[in-house]
């Protein structure tokens, strides 16, 4: 039995190293590789390899253009989402502003839908066309109707798309402060902005740091905001590159690596930076009894009343384009075309059935198509999208979280030794680079049927795109997952570890019988905010371009390009209303069953299930008496 029991053990680990090593291989070194290689094997006029052709073309074309314009956007979105994201969680958290639980709730709307979704909002309202500029252009008729393009608009629109991360981590930091600190500060007569900027300040370095990172690599890396409201960027510039051929420009392959390579280059050199400072350590506020923090009221009136005004116009800001998108959700063609709210016309159409459409031809005969005008559960392009969204995303999420638990509990088995922390910076590997660089290494290298590992099937080719997908959402978030259900697995008792030990159960139900349900909880709030990141995914898709890889955000984006031409999609902007309202419905409800729900402790459910009894056994009393009452 014990040589059996040593065997089975022996096999799951060879099996376990084996499929790692694939996995670590091919799908994350080796594309990324031969992307690299791509730069330096390019063919000149002659045929012949020129090693140094894409350098050279890069310091002669309008590259660096493309360069400068992210690293300008990036910087920029660094002091705007500060001043932004460090304010709106000042206003709801540390100061007594009135309202703070509203104002909180619309600074937090970026949370239940971003991406391509954000951006159509904030188009739907600013664009020459849109709701806010038309009506503009009414006051002022010789104002610019094309003001909101370019890089104004891209960073108006992504200064407030990117205040999300400071409404989750910056407001945990700030309500993780001491309050003995704050009034010990206040007691020997510190002004209250001068206790924010000498007391609070210094003990959110850290998080700050980390937050300005975060705010520079995704300014570096932007996708939708660029590509839809014009604006030259590295990541846009790569799709194009990666869709062209020789054909049509020089090498635009290796140009479009090369971009990928400085993507890369610049996101190591902030992450490198970032854990040497996380290595020095940082500033704690600490005392033998820690306080709740209690909100601060300005004092200056002045101060007070411009605080408020400025709480409220930041809540107008956030809050317009989500109730436009929502009211034009239910209006009918004409209404969202001329934008203009018309409460007589409420409809469905949007997101259930379908009407004919009747239009002028060019030869002035009206032509009907029917079933043109469709909603969003009604159009088989949009179920489609729907469908293939979650099926890919709920995959990639549930494997990238089987792949880290089970890594995980090896890395914690194996505490101080080389192959456990081999293993945890191996699956840290894809935070070192932009997610577009992996997603264009899956494009070009297994277009091809030459790679043997993957049994010479040309993954790229028709339905075989949806695996590869798959495979790239998943490394996407295998970093992610880490952080999050390692941090799990250090609330793990050792003490019960080695009693089931001591009970005789082996490595495995232990793992299964012990460890797995205890961390159960955090890996199904890893999986729901995988899915809700994927579910809602453009950039990713958008490089894997396919029509048998379309998600749902590319179909409402291709629809919305098309709208109208030849009597087809005629209501597309109505159906990508009625879609962010779908989306922000169920980004809502996975945020609440993570953070709502999901957030309690044992003490809190066990508190909760005590009050719905005692409503139940009410009710039944007051059945009882009602009943008795009529007998």
């Keep these: 039995m014990k040589k059996k029991t040593l065997s089975a053990s022996l096999v799951w680990k060879v099996f376990g190293t084996a499929f790692f090593v694939y996995l670590f291989f091919g799908f994350m070194l080796l594309p990324c590789l031969n992307t690299l290689t791509q730069i330096f094997t390019t063919k000149n006029a002659a045929g012949e390899t020129d090693p140094l052709a894409v350098i050279r073309f890069f310091f002669a074309g309008n590259m660096p253009r493309f360069v400068w314009n992210s690293l300008k956007l990036a910087v920029c979105l660094v002091v705007t989402v500060n001043v932004v994201g460090i304010s709106i969680v000042l206003l709801t958290e540390y100061f007594d502003i009135k309202g703070a639980k509203i104002l909180r709730l619309g600074y937090m709307t970026t949370l239940i839908y971003s991406g391509v979704a954000l951006v159509t909002g904030y188009l739907f309202l600013y664009d020459n066309d849109g709701i806010l500029t038309s009506w503009l252009a009414k006051t002022f008729p010789n104002m610019n109707r094309t003001w909101f393009s370019g890089f104004s608009a891209v960073l108006f629109t992504m200064t407030f798309a990117c205040t999300s991360n400071h409404a989750l981590f910056f407001r945990n930091a700030i309500r993780g402060i001491d309050y003995n600190t704050v009034e010990a500060a206040r007691n020997m007569g510190a002004s209250p902005f001068k206790v924010l900027w000498k007391v609070v300040f210094p003990t959110l370095i850290p998080t700050l740091f980390s937050l300005t990172v975060m705010t520079f690599i995704t300014g570096l890396c932007a996708m939708s905001a660029p590509t839809l409201l014009g604006y030259d960027s590295i990541n846009p510039e790569i799709v194009r590159l990666a869709g062209s051929s020789t054909a049509n420009e020089s090498f635009p392959q290796a ?26 350590g940082h500033y704690l506020s600490v005392s033998k009894t820690k306080a709740k923090l209690v909100k601060q009221k300005i004092t ?7 605080a408020h005004i400025y709480a409220y116009v930041l809540f107008i800001i956030y809050m317009t384009p989500v109730v436009m998108i929502v ?30 459409y009747e239009y002028l031809t060019n030869r002035g005969k009206y032509r009907t198509r029917t079933g043109a005008i469709s909603g969003v559960f009604s159009n088989d392009a949009t179920i489609g999208g729907i469908r293939l969204s979650f099926i890919l995303s709920a995959i990639a999420a549930a494997l990238a979280c089987v792949i880290v638990v089970v890594a995980v509990n090896y890395i914690f088995r194996n505490k101080g030794k080389k192959r456990g922390v081999v293993l945890e910076y191996s699956l840290l590997f894809p ?30 080719y028709k339905e075989n795109v949806r695996f590869l997908i798959i495979m790239a959402y998943t490394v996407v978030r295998l970093p992610f997952a880490l952080r999050m259900i390692k941090a799990a697995f250090y609330a793990i008792d050792e003490e019960l570890e080695d009693a089931a030990k001591n009970l005789g159960a082996s490595p495995l139900v232990t793992f299964l019988r012990v460890k797995l349900p205890i961390v159960l909880p955090s890996v199904l709030a890893v999986f729901a905010l995988n899915f809700n990141a994927l579910f809602t995914e453009y950039d990713m898709s958008a490089t894997f371009q396919s029509s048998y890889g379309k998600s749902y955000a590319m179909v409402i984006q291709s629809m919305c390009l098309d ?33 709502g729900v999901g957030a309690r402790d044992l003490r809190d459910r066990l508190e909760l299930k ?19 009452v009529q007998a």
């Design 563 to 595: 709208e109208g031409r030849d009597g087809y999609n005629v209501n597309a902007s109505g159906r990508r209303c009625a879609s962010t309202v779908f989306i922000m419905v169920v980004s809502g409800l996975i945020l609440y069953l993570v953070y």
């Design 300 to 306: 200056n009136p002045v101060a007070n009343v411009l």
């Design 327 to 356: 009211l034009f959700a239910f209006q009918n063609y004409p209404a969202i075309r001329a934008k203009r709210l018309d409460f007589s016309q409420f409809t469905f159409i949007n997101f259930f059935g379908a009407q004919d």
């Design 610 to 628: 005590e009050k719905r009894k005692k409503r139940l056994e009410r009710l039944r009393q007051k059945l009882h008496l009602s009943r008795g």
């Design 255 to 280: 140009r479009a690596a090369l971009l990928s390579i400085i993507l890369a280059m610049f996101t190591i050199l902030l992450l490198t930076v970032l854990s040497s400072y996380e290595r020095k």
């Design 431 to 460: 935070w070192l680079l932009p997610t577009i660089l992996i997603c264009y290494s899956y494009r070009t290298y297994f277009n091809s049927t030459d790679v043997w590992y993957v049994l010479g099937q040309n993954l790229y």
